[in-house]
């Protein structure tokens, strides 16, 4: 098991950038698969995209492809996930979720069995 901790959420215009961090906590966090959904109200938490233990392996939604770029390093035990050209529909509560890596990708968030607290993406338009 290991402890997820998001952060770099905030308020950013249409057009603009974040970039979103998930610190890992405990584990090995180095033998896990990482993924970040979001949340909007209302709504069911949807997969934005996912990254391989080894992090040469990516997966996005459709929705995020060329726009967000997942990574990360693991000497830091920390997943990153860069977002560009915002849009108001991208507003959610973005969280990360981890699971024991395998040679499956994982897309729902059922699959996922750790997970941050969440923090809130707020695109203005």
Avoid at 20 to 30: P, R
Avoid at 49 to 69: E, P, Q
Wanted: charged share 15%; net charge neutral.
């Amino acid at each position: 098991q290991v402890h997820l901790v998001e952060s770099g959420g905030g308020l950013v215009q249409a057009g603009g950038s974040l970039r979103l961090s998930c610190a890992a906590f405990g584990g090995t966090f180095s033998a896990y698969d990482v993924g970040w959904f979001r949340q909007s109200p209302g709504m069911e938490r949807e997969f934005v995209a996912a990254i391989k233990w080894r992090g040469g392996l990516t997966k996005y939604a459709d929705s995020v492809m060329g726009r967000f770029t997942i990574s990360r390093d693991n000497a830091k035990s920390t997943v990153y996930l860069q977002m560009n050209s915002l849009k108001p529909e991208d507003t959610a509560v973005y969280y990360c979720a981890a699971h024991w890596a395998n040679t499956d990708w994982y897309v729902t968030a059922t699959e996922y069995g750790d997970w941050g607290q969440g923090t809130q993406v707020t695109v203005s338009s």
